[in-house]
């Protein structure tokens, strides 16, 4: 018996609005920002971000500019599992060096796709400071790993699976999907 439940649009944008700005205000003018979303995940959340807190009105309007963490060769499981390229590989629009780097993911759950997108930012340079975001919080950690900004928790069990769909030219599309076998 397959069970689902959706979240939708309105509270996924309520989410990432929540997340910019509290992005905004813990960082009202930094000179160095970048949001770097987490292949694959992320990649479309990190943009959106970017572009809100590049839209906002001033003083909280920022410069923020988005870039993609591959994490392929830093996961736990290689030994395990062939290396699969994400679809997306590393692109850090600007030096890391000193940086403010805000990692961004849809779903946080054992914390080991933080880890891994930590390793991969570290072989760039030494930010200033590191933060994560992320859409959905769905608990269940592994690793010492919390958000420093959450659209949504979740609560689940471990047999469920969150399945995030953001849509980048119909983002009215956008759903979070609860399955359990």
Do not use: W
């Not at 995940?41 to 909280?60: H, M, T």
């Not at 830093?74 to 390229?85: A, V």
């Not at 010492?144 to 983002?171: M, N």
């Amino acid at each position: 018996m397959v069970t689902s439940k959706s979240i939708g649009y309105r509270e996924i944008h309520a989410a990432s609005e929540r997340l910019a700005a509290a992005i905004s205000r813990r960082h009202p003018a930094p000179e160095k920002l970048l949001i770097l979303g987490i292949a694959n995940g992320g990649i479309e959340l990190a943009r959106r971000l970017a572009l809100a807190l590049s839209k906002g009105s001033p003083p909280a309007r920022m410069r923020a500019r988005a870039g993609v963490i591959d994490i392929s060769f830093h996961r736990d499981d290689i030994r395990r599992n062939p290396i699969t390229r994400e679809y997306a590989a590393t692109q850090i629009p600007a030096d890391t060096q000193g940086a403010t780097v805000i990692l961004v993911d849809d779903v946080l759950h054992s914390g080991r796709t933080a880890k891994a997108a930590l390793d991969e930012l570290f072989d760039h340079g030494r930010p200033a400071l590191v933060e994560l975001a992320v859409l959905a919080d769905r608990g269940g950690r592994r690793l010492p790993i919390a958000p420093d900004y959450c659209g949504l928790a979740i609560a689940t069990t471990e047999s469920q699976k969150v399945i995030v769909r953001l849509d980048p030219a119909e983002p009215i599309k956008d759903r979070i999907l609860l399955r359990a076998a």
